[in-house]
């Protein structure tokens, strides 16, 4: 089974940017969903925040959408996130996930609990 490891969290001031890292460990294929969850302080649901689907298509959640990138790059098993225009409202430990097997559609109609390997995730703090 693959393992996935999150990198990149930070603190920012608001309009700020950060990328976060997904590394998996072995080969990804590319028939795999991938998603990006936020889990709020103090929560315990995690919310889809971005997807890239078997078609290598991205989506994003309405907060992220405009504001966020989700890319991937095969040749290093490494999936990205990129953060602009940050806010307050964004602060979270960022969690990357994968579905082991093809998937199509919006991360909007996903859950959580239909991702089936998940990183440790890293936490990303947006201050005023």
């Known amino acids: 089974q693959v393992q996935l490891v999150e990198s990149g969290g930070g603190s920012v001031q608001a309009g700020g940017s950060l990328r976060l890292s997904c590394a998996a460990s072995?080969?990804?294929?590319?028939?795999?969903?991938m998603g990006w969850f936020r889990q709020a302080p103090g929560m315990e649901q995690r919310d889809g925040v971005a997807?890239?689907?078997?078609?290598?298509?991205?989506t994003y959640s309405r907060a992220a959408e405009g504001r966020f990138t989700a890319t991937r790059d095969d040749t290093v098993n490494t999936f990205y996130l990129q953060l602009n225009n940050l806010r307050p409202g964004d602060t979270g430990t960022y969690y990357c996930?994968?579905?082991?097997?093809?998937?199509?559609?919006?991360?909007?109609?996903?859950?959580?609990?239909?991702?089936?390997?998940w990183g440790q995730g890293t936490q990303v703090t947006v201050s005023v």
């Open positions: 072995r080969s990804t294929y590319r028939w795999i969903c």
């Open positions: 997807m890239i689907d078997t078609d290598g298509d991205p």
């Open positions: 996930a994968a579905i082991g097997r093809r998937c199509y559609g919006t991360i909007r109609n996903f859950r959580a609990d239909e991702f089936s390997t």
